[in-house]
């Protein structure tokens, strides 16, 4: 029972460079989210998907892109990154509106 | 923009003390409230989950309570332990998507 997994766990980038965050759900949940938690400034929503073929923009989605993949998997990507989206990323989904959530283990970014 | 604040920020009690940690909200009309904890470096463990239609939630030594009317909420740890040492934050969903945090109560139980 893996619930939302995270890859990688750890990622170093240089400023420019872009990559994409992998996250993997199996609870056959209907919703799935990205949050970025940076120290001082608590958990901020970047993008949700409230059901599978639909993205929303939260509250902080710039410099950040995401893709639906299937009811499975939601994708973040970062096509240029700059040292502001050093952070932990997390990912969480959850089955209904007004459901609980259940996060992944996060993903550690540096940009340099 | 709903605010979400907890109240203290850090707190550090003896082992078997029973605690309350606070949450207060903003924007009264929420669909749901959540609890979560954190451990250093690791994810979100949700505790508790009040819908907007309920008082209060329990779950083995704790309490989780709502007033929508006030906007707050408390979650109430009996009988704490070294265990219990963890990062404790609120959420609030008014849409019953996104949740917005408060920054935590960093919790110390020590022996």
């Known amino acids: 029972n893996a619930g939302v997994t995270q890859t990688p766990k750890f990622q170093v980038l240089k400023t420019g460079q872009s990559m994409t965050l992998q996250c993997a759900q199996d609870?056959?949940?209907?919703?799935m989210y990205w949050y970025r938690q940076d120290p001082g400034m608590g958990l901020r929503l970047i993008y949700y998907?409230?059901?599978?073929?639909?993205?929303d923009k939260g509250e902080v989605p710039n410099g950040y892109n995401v893709s639906r993949l299937n009811k499975r998997e939601f994708s973040l990507r970062l096509e240029s990154a700059a040292p502001s989206q050093t952070s932990v990323y997390f990912c969480a989904s959850s089955r209904d509106p007004g459901d609980g959530y259940t996060f992944g283990s996060g993903t550690r970014l540096t940009v340099v | 923009k709903q605010e979400v604040t907890q109240i203290p920020a850090a707190l550090s009690v003896p082992e078997g003390e029973n605690l309350v940690l606070n949450c207060s909200f903003t924007d009264s009309a929420i669909y749901n409230l959540q609890w979560f904890r954190q451990d250093p470096g690791k994810g979100l463990t949700s505790l508790l989950l009040?819908?907007?239609?309920?008082r209060e939630q329990t779950s083995g030594r704790l309490n989780a309570s709502l007033d929508k009317s006030s906007g707050r909420s408390t979650l109430y740890i009996a009988a704490s332990q070294p265990g219990d040492s963890a990062t404790y934050l609120c959420?609030?969903?008014?849409?019953?998507?996104?949740?917005?945090f408060g920054k935590g109560t960093s919790l110390l139980v020590t022996p």
């Open positions: 959420a609030v969903s008014n849409s019953g998507y996104a949740l917005n």
């Open positions: 998907s409230a059901s599978e073929g639909t993205t």
């Open positions: 609870m056959n949940h209907n919703s």
């Open positions: 009040i819908q907007s239609s309920q």
